[in-house]
């Protein structure tokens, strides 16, 4: 779980920080942004911390890079982690054929078909080992999580909110995909990823988590669910 230091810079009191490790999850080198507020990247206090997860095409760059949200973070004392959307340079030709699927189109599933099984674990790799190596190596109070996202990413952060209630303190999504079953992006991707049973793919839809949580009646009451569509 050893980190190593791409690139710091001070942001807003703080620092904003790219770093690289090992994933043993998506067996390649991952990449994630950080930003600290004064309180961590000084006196190493620990904070609470927000997930946000990019979009389609997105890096780990563009939500650290466009959002401007730092800059509310730093006045209340919050992390945030920018992480890649997918694994990159893995070596078969159909990761980077296309803007749908395979790099930067991770969808934040894991992926059960040959050959994206091997790396595409993004859903274990955001909401398992990502926190792990956030709490071995900063100083981010893991037990205070939040989760956010934009487009491709507003759908991983309600599905992996959805899928782990107790584990975040709140879930906001801005233009997410909300129906990844019946969207066109979503099945010409779920296919490759999931294969032909569509049932399966209702794991990774934030709809159909909704309506079996309502269901079931095991939906938190406490959380609000914000969606700015």
Known sequence: ??????????????????????????????????FL???AAEDQT???VLYCLGGLTATEDNFAQKAGAASR???????LVFPDTSPRGVDFAEAGASEDIGYSAGFYLNAT???WNKNWKMYDYISKELPQVLS???????????ITGHSMGGHGALTIFL????AYKSVSAFAPILHLTKSNWGRFALP?????????WKEYDSIELFKHHHAQKTLRTDVHVFIDQ
């Open 1 to 34: 779980m050893t980190l190593t230091l791409v690139s710091q810079s001070k942001h807003f009191g703080g620092l904003l920080t790219k770093y690289t490790h090992a994933s043993a999850v998506n067996q390649c080198t991952m990449t994630f942004n950080v």
């Open 37 to 39: 507020p004064k309180a």
């Open 46 to 48: 620990k904070v609470p």
């Open 73 to 79: 973070a730093a006045q209340y004392g919050l992390a």
């Open 113 to 115: 078909q040959a050959p």
């Open 136 to 146: 071995a190596n900063l100083p981010i109070d893991i037990s205070r999580s939040s």
């Open 163 to 166: 899928k782990n209630q107790t």
């Open 192 to 200: 490759k990823y999931l294969g032909d049973d569509e049932s399966t």
